[in-house]
C-alpha cells in the first residue's frame, strides 16, 4: 500500500524526526513559521544552515477583542475566557451521553465567520495530486458522498490547563480552562480518505493541511500567522478523519465549523479545522505554526526544540459538579461524572471521598469506548461538615491511569492528573 507512515503514537518522534530531515534537505515547506521556531526545531537535526529562504512575520494590528460567538452563552453553562467559552461541568448534568451544541464549548482564534453555503465550496489541491491541479466539491457534492456517522469527542489540547498552576504551582500559558474545553457529539459527514481519492491523490503525498475560512490569527505580539492551519500525515487523513457537515443529527452550528469542519477522532481539538476552505495535498511535509511553536510540549522536561506534534488527547476525568459545590451532611448524594481518554476505553473509574485516603470503584454508566466518554455514578453520605476534596481517576484498556501529578509543559498541554475537587459540607 502506498500509505506507508503510521499515525501510531509510538511513530510520532520518528515521524518528526523524518520531517526535519527533509527540511534540511529543501524538500519540506514551512509557509508562515517564523525563523526562531524553524531554527529550534533543526537544533535537533544538527544543523540549521537553510533557513535563510523563510519570510519574516508581518506585523498586524491587535488582535480583535470581541468574544465573536454566534450560540448564545449562558453563564449557568459557559464560563467566557476571551474568544473562548468553557462548558460548565455542572451543566452537562442535564445532558446525556451526546453534548447538545448549546452545551459545546467553543475554542475560536479570532471569531466565528457567518458562510454562505450556496456559495462554500471546499478546493483540494497540490502536488501531493495525481497530474497537479485542483478539485472543488461543494457541500451537496459531499452529501452526495457515501456518509459515515461517529461518536467522538473534541477537546482541546490545552484542557484542564489551570490546574498546572492552581495544583501543581507550575504556570502555564494559555487560555486558563479548567476541565470544561470538551464536548463529545455524533458526527455525519464523508469520510475524508473518500474525497482525497477522488481528488487524485497520488503514490507521492506524504501529508494534507487544511485551513479554515476565519480570519488569519494574530498573536498578542502582532505576528500574523496566518490561516488556522495544521498538517496531517496522509496516514491519519486516509485512516478516520471526517469531513463532518452534521453534529448530532442537524447540520453544524456556526460556532463549529459550519457548513463542513475535520474530524480527527482522538487527536488534539486543532486538528479538527473548522470552516474548511481548502486542504493542500503535499508530496513534501508541511509544517505551520500549529506544529511547531504550538501544540508540542515544551519546558524543563522536554528537549529545546520540544516534543514531537501532539496527536492524541489523553485520559480524563471531571465530577458534574461546580467548584466549592454545597452537599449537605448526613444525605446520600448520587455523585455523576464523566471519564474519557484518547487512546482506549475506559475500564474502571476509582473515587475518593476524603483527598484520596480511601478509593472505591464508580459504577460506569455507558459502554466505554476510545475517543468518547463514559459517564459514572456513585453514593456519597458525607458525615462530617466542612472543605472536603474529592477526586475521580480512571485508567484505561491501555493500562494507563490517571497519575497524581502530570509532568509540567511550558503551554500547559495534556494535563492527565487526577483532579482535586473542592466541596463544601454544610
Ligand atoms: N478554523 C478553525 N478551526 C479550529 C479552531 C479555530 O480557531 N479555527 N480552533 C481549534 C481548536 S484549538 C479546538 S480545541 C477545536 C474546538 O472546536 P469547537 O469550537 O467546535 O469546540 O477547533 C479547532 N479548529
Ligand atoms: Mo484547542
Redesign the pocket.
Known amino acids: 500500500m502506498i500509505f506507508k507512515e503510521t499515525s501510531d503514537g509510538a511513530s510520532e518522534e520518528e515521524y518528526d524526526r523524518r520531517r526535519r530531515a527533509q527540511w534540511l534537505a529543501g524538500e519540506a515547506r514551512a509557509d508562515g513559521v517564523a525563523r526562531r521556531d524553524m531554527l529550534r526545531l533543526l537544533a535537533a537535526a544538527g544543523a540549521a544552515g537553510a533557513v535563510s529562504s523563510l519570510g519574516a512575520p508581518r506585523a498586524n494590528a491587535a488582535a480583535p477583542a470581541a468574544a465573536g460567538i454566534v450560540k448564545p452563552l449562558p453563564a449557568d453553562r459557559f464560563t467566557i475566557r476571551g474568544t473562548n467559552a468553557e462548558t460548565k461541568f455542572e451543566a452537562l448534568a442535564q445532558t446525556a451521553h451526546l453534548t447538545p451544541a448549546s452545551h459545546?464549548?467553543?475554542?475560536?482564534?479570532?471569531a466565528t465567520p457567518r458562510l454562505d453555503p450556496k456559495r462554500w465550496s471546499l478546493k483540494i489541491w497540490g502536488d501531493g495530486l495525481r497530474g497537479g491541479g485542483s478539485r472543488q466539491f461543494t457541500l451537496t457534492d459531499l452529501k452526495r458522498l457515501p456518509s459515515t456517522t461517529r461518536t467522538a469527542f473534541?477537546e482541546?489540547a490545552g484542557n484542564g490547563r489551570s490546574f498546572f498552576t492552581t495544583q501543581q504551582g507550575q504556570p502555564a500559558s494559555g487560555t486558563a480552562w479548567t476541565l470544561g474545553?470538551i464536548?463529545n457529539a455524533r458526527w455525519r459527514g464523508v469520510r475524508l480518505s473518500e474525497v482525497l481519492r477522488r481528488a487524485g491523490v497520488s503514490r507521492h503525498a506524504v501529508d494534507v493541511m487544511p485551513s479554515?475560512l476565519?480570519a488569519d490569527y494574530i498573536t498578542d505580539d502582532g505576528t500574523n500567522l496566518g490561516r488556522?492551519r495544521r498538517p496531517l500525515p496522509l496516514a491519519k487523513a486516509m485512516d478516520d478523519v471526517i469531513l463532518a457537515y452534521e453534529m448530532n443529527g442537524a447540520p453544524l452550528p456556526a460556532?463549529?465549523?459550519y457548513p463542513v469542519r475535520l474530524l480527527v477522532p482522538a487527536w488534539v481539538?486543532?486538528a479538527?479545522?473548522?470552516?474548511v476552505g481548502d486542504i493542500e495535498v503535499s508530496s513534501q511535509p508541511l509544517f505551520s505554526p500549529w506544529n511547531t511553536q504550538f501544540y508540542r510540549l515544551f519546558g524543563e522536561s522536554y528537549p529545546e526544540e520540544g516534543s514531537a506534534p501532539l496527536t492524541h488527547q489523553t485520559l480524563k476525568s471531571a465530577f458534574e459538579l461546580p467548584w466549592n459545590a454545597s452537599l449537605a451532611a448526613s444525605t446520600t448524594h448520587h455523585l455523576t461524572g464523566r471519564s474519557w481518554s484518547a487512546k482506549g476505553a475506559i475500564t474502571r473509574v476509582d473515587i475518593s471521598t476524603d483527598a484520596g485516603t480511601t478509593w472505591h470503584p464508580a459504577r460506569l454508566k455507558d459502554t466505554p469506548h476510545r475517543a468518547t466518554w463514559t459517564r459514572w455514578t456513585t453514593p456519597w453520605h458525607p458525615r462530617t461538615p466542612g472543605p472536603t476534596t474529592i477526586l475521580a481517576r480512571a485508567t484505561d484498556t491501555t493500562g494507563h491511569t490517571q497519575p497524581e501529578a502530570t509532568v509540567h509543559n511550558s503551554q500547559g498541554y495534556l494535563f492527565d492528573a487526577v483532579v482535586r475537587h473542592v466541596v463544601r459540607v454544610v
Not at 479538527?272 to 470552516?275: E, F, L, Q, R, T
Open positions: 459545546f464549548f467553543v475554542r475560536n482564534h479570532t473534541v482541546c474545553a464536548g479554515g476565519d488556522v460556532d463549529h465549523g481539538g486543532i479538527s479545522i473548522k470552516w
